[in-house]
Structure formats: C-alpha cells, structure tokens
C-alpha cells in the first residue's frame, strides 16, 4: 500500500470531473469524479449494472459524457488511444488459432494497422522484453488456445504493455481464474504498476483480491462512486449513503464483506457484471 503524502506527490495521469451519462432518457452515470496517478493500483468496484463498464467506455471514448470532463494529464482525452492500454475481460479468439503467446504481445505492436510485419531483430527484442516484464518466457511459444486462464492474462496484459501506455484498464482480469493465479495476476499488477510507474484500473466485482495491493479504490453504485482509500470509502455511511440505503461492511479476518440489502438480492462479493465491452480488436 502507498502512503498517502507519497501518492499525492506523483503525477496526475487520468482525472474523471463530474462525469454524467444519460442514455435513451435514462441517467447512467451521475456526477463521477475521481483521479488516477502514475503508479497507482486502484479497484474499480461494483455489483451487477452499477455502471463500471460504462466507465471504462467513457474513459475509452466510446461514450461521450452529456456533463463532465475526462482529462488526461490535465488536458483533454486525446484521440492517440495509445496512450492506454486496455485488457478486455475475453478476446473471442478460436481456440485453433495458430497464434502463440508472443504472436498475441506482438500484435501490440502494430495489430492496428494494415498489412503483414516484418519480422526484425528490434521487434523480437521488444516483445521478448514484454514477456519477460510479465513472467510469460515458459510458455511465449504456445498456442494461445492451450494457455491457462493465468497465462492468457499475463499474455493480454503484455499486448497491452507493449505499446508503452500511461495507463492501463483491466476488465474483471481475476474472473474465472483459480485463487493461485488470482494472486499472481494481482502482484504482477501491482509490480507493473510501481516499476513503470504505470496508472492501473482494475474493474473487479469483489474488492479482497486487491485488498494487499489497493492503492485506492473507485466504489460505484446505481451510477454514483466515492473514491479513495479503502479506509475512507468502505464504511457503512459512505456506502449506504452511495446506495440510497442501509448497507452493512463486514470485516472477516481479512476480508471485507459488503450487505447491500435485499434489493442487490446478493451479496456485493458474489456479483459478477453483465455488461461487456465490446471487442476493441488486438490493436
């Protein structure tokens, strides 16, 4: 965890402003602001339809906010979508592909252009640097449709690196992994994160995973978050207050339960989102 006085000191990548969406009549997002700095690992935490994709898409430009800014760097969102890097929570790829793992951190390259690469020393140097900054060197030569649900990330989180973004977006990258891969996705994370001095959003339905590596936390609910550490925004007032209703924290040895009530009809740490984000190719 870093202490507050040192991630105030690092420079501002990301910052949400009063971020407002409304859709066919109905408002999704109301008044979101929240900031993101270089070296930061933050949750981006929520039930079912609490509108945490519909973040990620306005921090991608797929949704223009009808009220709000998003700034990057102070400035306005820039049309190089370079500068982020996005993980998606599948990527639709035939299992029969004759694509291995460095064919898929290669594609990060320059997957978005036309035409077929040229293979070069400098190229195979790069992406080489990418699996190795990821622990993926065991199995870079293995078909994709043969990798573990642990390898696959490693592999999609090294295709987004290697385009060198200031920050970096994960939709639910721990569904369906097994606990032991869950933790080494979760310290690879947090590692990528202070070593490039990276800002990194995890989308995630259940917050204990992060908990060991959370710098802060951007809880959501029904269209409306709070943000900060997870000391100031998960508690019984902040939540209840960001549901509308009486909302109960738990805390359970080490790990934090949150009762939203029987309208949630679950509890938060058992909802996975409904919501996907469309495929953004492997560019």
């Known amino acids: 965890m870093t202490s507050p006085d040192r991630f105030d000191a690092r420079p501002e990548v990301l910052r949400l402003e009063g971020v407002s969406l409304w859709l066919s009549g109905r408002e999704i997002l109301h008044d979101v602001g929240f900031s993101l700095r270089a070296g930061e690992l933050t949750g981006l935490i929520g039930s079912n339809g609490a509108g945490k994709t519909t973040i990620f898409r306005v921090i991608l430009g797929l949704e223009t906010p009808s009220s709000g800014r998003v700034l990057f760097a102070g400035h306005p969102r820039p049309h190089r979508n370079?500068?982020?890097?996005?993980?998606?929570?599948?990527?639709?790829?035939?299992?029969?592909?004759?694509?291995?793992?460095?064919?898929?951190?290669?594609?990060?390259i320059d997957g978005?252009?036309?035409?077929?690469?040229?293979?070069?020393?400098?190229?195979?140097?790069?992406?080489?640097d990418m699996l190795e900054a990821v622990d993926a060197q065991a199995f870079a030569d293995t078909r994709v449709g043969k990798l573990s649900g642990g390898e696959l990330q490693r592999s999609l989180i090294a295709h987004a690196l290697i385009s060198q973004?200031?920050?970096?977006?994960?939709?639910?990258?721990?569904?369906?992994?097994?606990?032991?891969?869950?933790?080494?996705?979760?310290?690879?994370?947090?590692?990528?994160?202070?070593?490039?001095q990276i800002a990194v959003l995890i989308s995630?339905?259940?917050?204990?995973?992060?908990?060991?590596?959370?710098?802060?936390?951007?809880?959501?609910?029904?269209?409306?978050?709070?943000?900060?550490?997870?000391?100031?925004?998960?508690?019984?007032?902040?939540?209840?207050?960001?549901?509308?209703?009486?909302?109960?924290?738990?805390?359970?040895?080490?790990?934090?339960?949150?009762?939203?009530?029987?309208?949630?009809?679950?509890h938060l740490e058992l909802e996975r989102e409904q919501h996907a984000l469309p495929p953004r190719g492997l560019g």
Request: proline share 6%.
């Open 82 to 108: 370079r500068l982020i890097g996005y993980v998606p929570q599948s990527i639709g790829l035939d299992p029969d592909v004759p694509l291995r793992a460095r064919d898929l951190v290669a594609l990060g």
């Open 112 to 128: 978005d252009r036309f035409g077929i690469p040229l293979p070069s020393r400098g190229r195979r140097r790069l992406v080489d």
């Open 165 to 196: 973004p200031r920050l970096l977006l994960l939709d639910e990258p721990l569904a369906s992994l097994d606990i032991r891969s869950e933790q080494e996705v979760v310290g690879l994370l947090a590692r990528i994160a202070r070593e490039q």
């Open 204 to 266: 995630a339905h259940e917050m204990n995973p992060l908990l060991p590596v959370m710098d802060r936390v951007v809880y959501v609910a029904s269209g409306r978050a709070a943000s900060g550490s997870t000391e100031e925004v998960v508690r019984e007032d902040v939540l209840s207050a960001l549901y509308g209703h009486h909302v109960d924290v738990l805390h359970l040895q080490d790990r934090i339960l949150v009762v939203a009530g029987k309208d949630e009809g679950h």
